[in-house]
T-cell receptor
């Protein structure tokens, strides 16, 4: 079964709307989760590292105020795309892993965000 | 950048044939991982190979790792139409990296024709 659950799977909304995406680790406590963005036919681009109980670490070029990350519990991280515009339309994926050495990442099923 | 490079970018084969994908990376690693992504879905983990391992098998999958050349290969034997997907390699960086952070290659789009 799924180890990481991501919701919603698809969002279509008007420009200017804020959209929240949830990522939950189902089997374990994840002190760290990762948020990626993926454009069509391209690889995953790491946006930020979500740290439980502290501020997220954003990659260069990712706007902190645009992509708000909250990791308030050991099993839940949320990504909020604030005042979304058409250029924010993309596929967003989260991941987490068991906190041991040499463990793979477990990915959510992604969220397809379409801003009209 | 630690990001890996994969080749080929696209591979098209007939069912029953073998598919080989290659991955190169730039820095030292703890391990290298291969993932599969079906269109519009999340990534599914296939195999993790540690830096002190040279070869690993899982069903029809065979992964090799050559740390001296900083390269890895994924072989899918007796391919099936259901193997059609994008395949990504990812490296788990060395001690200076954020724990668990992966560096992804660009991926290989595999199409297997029935």
């Amino acid at each position: 079964g799924a180890v990481v659950s991501q919701h919603p799977s698809r969002v279509i909304c008007k420009s200017g709307t804020s959209v929240k995406i949830e990522c939950r680790s189902l089997d374990f406590q994840a002190t760290t989760m990762f948020w990626y963005r993926q454009f069509p036919k391209q690889s995953l681009m790491l946006m930020a590292t979500s740290n439980e109980g502290s501020k997220a670490t954003y990659e260069q070029g990712v706007e902190k105020d645009k992509f708000l990350i909250n990791h308030a519990s050991l099993t839940l991280s949320t990504l909020t795309v604030t005042s979304a515009h058409p250029e924010d339309s993309s596929f967003y994926i989260c991941s987490a892993r068991y906190p041991f050495v040499d463990q793979p990442q477990h990915f959510g099923d992604g969220t397809r965000l379409s801003i009209l | 950048s630690q990001q890996g490079e994969e080749d080929p970018q696209a591979l098209s084969i007939q069912e029953g044939e073998n598919a080989t994908m290659n991955c190169s990376y730039k820095t030292s690693i703890n391990n290298l991982q291969w993932y599969r992504q079906n269109s519009g879905r999340g990534l599914v983990h296939l195999i993790l190979i540690r830096s002190n391992e040279r070869e690993k098998h899982s069903g029809r999958l065979r992964v090799t790792l050559d740390t001296s050349k900083k390269s890895s290969s994924l072989l899918i034997t007796a391919s099936r139409a259901a193997d059609t997907a994008s395949y990504f390699c990812a490296t788990d960086g060395d001690r200076g990296s954020t724990l668990g952070r992966l560096y992804f290659g660009r991926g290989t789009q595999l199409t297997v024709w029935p």
